[in-house]
């Protein structure tokens, strides 16, 4: 991968594709202040170039606010609660600017599975496997082919990657060891603040640290994610199973949407 330079034309393109109005974290700014305030593009580009160099943010901008959105009446069992955690709008800036340039390498060296729908630039989500699916479905139908599938929900997928692993997968894909050493830095200091019916948890104790799931809430967090999973595709798609379709058609030997997986034997 390329070494990153961020310019105040990358802070324009992350800030001109962020909702106005999406609740932020710690920070408390929302990016329609950013998108009028055009003069403080440059100072952040010069400010997020030299976090990049040095490697290393302030715990403020690597600490979410977990707000615990209760699922039905019974409020005193904590599984009946939904976390939604909301990070600082800086953090997510300049994650957001980090995404598109690993996401550039991922697609200029092809190295993301065409099976795996989930953060395909220009993909129409789960539409384009359920088709599939049904191509498939009907061939067998009409061909009286045997097919064995099976569907594969990793429970809690997202809490479930050691972050010892997020590591890795950046250097097997030779992402920029710059880019690895300072998400590598952060993610040492990812914590979250929980928030119940609208008021914080602030004491010291309450900062809870994240030692085993992906920061959620960036443009980023996804990206990550996908590559974790994307050495299981290779081992499947060098399997030799699957389904072949006729007339010469590709062999299928397994589909994702993200953490969602089908086989076909």
């Known amino acids: 991968m390329d070494p990153v330079i961020i310019t105040p034309d990358d802070v ?5 594709r962020a909702p106005n109005w999406k609740s932020p974290g710690l920070d408390g700014l929302h990016h329609y202040w950013l998108k009028g305030f055009v003069v403080c593009h440059a100072v952040l580009a010069r400010q997020f170039q030299e976090a990049l160099d040095q490697k290393s943010l302030p715990s403020l901008f690597t600490t ?4 615990l959105v209760p699922k039905d009446q019974d409020t005193t069992d904590p599984s009946k609660y939904r976390p939604i955690t909301c990070l600082p709008t800086i953090y ?4 957001s600017i980090l995404s598109a340039r690993i996401s550039r390498h991922l697609n200029s ?5 065409r099976a795996q729908n989930g953060c395909r630039g220009g993909g129409r989500g789960t539409k384009e496997p359920l088709l599939i699916d049904a191509v498939i479905g009907k061939v067998v139908k009409r061909n009286r082919r045997n097919l064995s599938a099976a ?19 950046l250097e097997l894909y ?4 710059t880019v690895r050493d300072f998400l590598g830095q952060c993610m040492g200091q990812w914590s979250t603040i929980l928030c119940h019916l609208g008021e914080r948890m ?15 809430g960036d443009c980023l ?3 990550w994610f996908c590559l974790s999973l994307n050495p299981l595709s290779t081992l499947l798609e060098g399997s030799g199973r699957g389904f072949q379709l006729p007339r010469g058609g590709t062999k299928v030997t397994h589909l994702f949407y993200m953490d969602d997986l089908k086989l076909y034997i």
């Open 12 to 16: 324009v393109e992350a800030v001109r």
């Open 64 to 67: 979410g606010i977990t707000h």
């Open 92 to 95: 997510k800036t300049l994650t």
């Open 109 to 113: 060296n092809q190295v993301m599975s």
């Open 151 to 169: 569907r594969i929900d990793y429970k809690k997928a997202f809490d479930s990657v050691p972050h010892a692993w997020l590591k890795r997968v």
């Open 174 to 177: 030779k992402i920029d060891c």
């Open 202 to 216: 602030t004491a010291a104790e309450n900062h809870i640290k994240i030692r085993r799931v992906i920061f959620q």
């Open 221 to 223: 967090s996804p990206i």
